[in-house]
């Protein structure tokens, strides 16, 4: 049982929850994942670790409503308990002094570029943050960014909150202005990480993404994650999260992430009538 | 000499009703039936059947108490070196072990060990018995066991027995291993999993769940933590492919993933349990041991209008256990057979909706003994499929191993043991189970965690480490 020590709403349907974890807090490094049940009939998801506190023992993580669920572990308030957090899994990030690096998140990838980019900063690059949401209301880790980036550059697709556009607008404006960038990360829906690293690959920069697949044990039994890199099939949940972006089949990765959306959408119709 | 001479059936659900449940298949003996079944036993004075069990079970013994209505007293016998009964009456292949030593076996039928295990084992459950704790002088000396399958649960089980202080550390969320994700409710149910948990925290064993060895928490910490050895009972747990086109297809599961979501996380009860999986018309299972029966088993009972089995040999080299494959074929689970795939296609959406299957014929013997499977030119179809499970073997999981180099591994990724206990080449730290040999039985891993337990003994009395 994992205790709920903060529980903060953000927007609509945003939770940042402070966990109780301390195996985990003492052990957890940029980039890597938790897996988490919620409850007895829950099913097991995938988390990436925005934040840790080793004193505390405490992880924070940002989970957006998507499904049940999320939703689930969202109706949960401070100190309740999340019944199971395993982790931390997956291979750490490989960071280090490369010179110019951006990171890009959306929307809540921006939980997982954000310990990343203060890793990318403290080896010390010149770190670019781009932050992309849907709309304001789904904006997070705004001030943290801030206090890490050289410099910061936020979008929406609406433009209710900082430029107008997709995170891909603003990278193409950069690398047009002939800003010299060795490395970029990318973090969010598959479909954003493919049209950056469609980007990327065409001026040569090496991209990393973290991919997001549909996991079930997390610790390589499985092969629900499979994802295809190179060529070659690979388990995001051991292997990665993070591979070279250029090499990744993101169609594949898209395609496998849709494999339960009819009973993902029944599951939440049921919880939505019955709440 | 023993009056009865036919072997006693088990008697087992309705075939018509049980394809449709996940309920256990086997109903186990009324007392009756198993009076008349023990009284088949010759008690030989030189017991094979003992020499047998991997566990070396006191069989003649314990059914003798069967004879003399003593259940709880044998029960008590069996436990005195087999702490998985009701486990093991189930899913042990005594056929090959216990049972094919039986002397009854010469001139007809073994007796049905197992079956008289699990009666004996469920009648004191059924009864309400509670078993008494023996009283254990407690050492405090604190020993870690890593994984909570069958291997590790003997072992602590032992361990805690000779009065150590035993956590398990287990990366699932539930205690059992394989017995709680991966042997399907049908055969196992998993309510006879969690009473031999219970009865082993009675024991005093604690059991930590969540926690994955070599990601949450190193060998070295658990050393720094103040535990004298640990017993590593990892298992087989990385799935193999066949790295064919199309793999990766929607709707094509590792048996693991299949038999993970159906048992461990109840998919079969969804959207009451939130795991999903695909139920399927056409589900096509690649493979032929028990993995794959049970994972084929499994389809049939999601509604699978052709649950089928697609085998590269023939019947008579499928490796999974008789009783399986017959209760399969009862079923109305189909046999290919001597064929092989080739490629998988997929719809626009990326869904499997075929395998390109290739027409085998059996060449000479190889190496395992079974004739070499070799294809028909030419003789390339296509079967028509919507789902598909792929139940060809696991090898190691590298996730502990890969950040523990001072546990050296075989060419084959499983950890190289350098004696009977289960030493390896890092100091404190047994293994013993399918991380060592290779995918095996239930109880070859009992076997091996109990003699870990005793070498874990041995080491921390005498500090010696050869």
Known sequence: ?275 | MAKNKERIDMPRQEIATRIKNFEEVALGYTEEMALMEAERCLNCKDPLCVKGCPVNVKIPEFIKLINEKKYFDALKKIKETNSLPAVCGRVCPQEEQCEAACILSKAKKPVAIGRLERYVADWVSNMGIQENIPEIKKNNIKVAVIGSGPGGLTCAADLALMGYDVTIFEALHKAGGVLVYGIPEFRLPKKIVEREVEYLKKLGVEIKTNVVVGKSITLKNLFDDGYKAIYLGLGAGLPKFMNLKGENLLNIYSANEYLTRTNLMKAYRFPEYDTPIKKGKRVAVIGGGNVAMDAVRSALRYGASDAMIIYRRSRHELPAREEEIENAEAEGVKFHFLVNPLEFIGDENGFVKQIKLQKMELGEPDESGRRRPVPVEGSEFYLDVDVVVIAIGQTANPVLLDVTPEVKRNKWGNIEVYDDYGRTSMKGVFAGGDIVTGEATVIQAMGAGKKSAVGIDEYIKTGKWV
């Open chain 1, 1 to 275: 049982m994992y205790q709920i020590l903060e529980h903060q709403k953000i927007g609509q349907n945003i939770h940042k929850l402070v966990i109780k974890a301390p195996l985990i807090a003492r052990e957890a490094k940029p980039g890597q994942f938790v897996i988490l049940r919620s409850y007895e009939n829950g099913e097991r998801i995938p988390i990436t670790i925005c934040d840790k506190n080793p004193e505390v023992g405490s992880i924070t993580l940002f989970i957006q409503e998507v499904g049940k669920s999320t939703a689930k572990i969202g109706s949960f308030k401070e100190n309740d308990y999340i019944l199971d957090v395993a982790g931390p899994l997956g291979k750490p990030a490989h960071i280090e002094k490369v010179g110019t690096v951006v990171t890009i998140g959306g929307g809540v990838g921006c939980a997982i570029t954000y310990p990343e980019t203060k890793a990318y900063k403290e080896a010390g690059n010149y770190v670019i943050g781009i932050m992309g949401f849907r709309n304001v209301s789904f904006k997070i880790l705004e001030d943290e960014m801030k206090n890490i980036c050289d410099e910061l550059y936020i979008t929406t697709d609406d433009g209710s909150y900082g430029q107008k556009g997709f995170v891909s607008d603003k990278l193409k404006e950069l690398i047009k202005e002939g800003r010299k960038i060795d490395e970029v990360l990318v973090i969010g829906p598959a479909i954003m990480m493919k049209v950056v690293s469609d980007i990327t690959k065409e001026y040569g920069i090496k991209t990393i993404a973290s991919l997001n697949s549909i996991m079930v044990d997390g610790t390589g039994m499985c092969g629900a994650c499979r994802v295809e890199v190179g060529g070659k099939t690979k388990f995001a949940c051991v292997d990665g999260p993070e591979f070279d972006a250029h090499q990744v089949d993101f169609s594949l990765l898209m395609k496998r992430l849709s494999m339960y959306k009819d009973e993902e959408k029944l599951s939440y119709e049921k919880y939505i009538n019955e709440r």
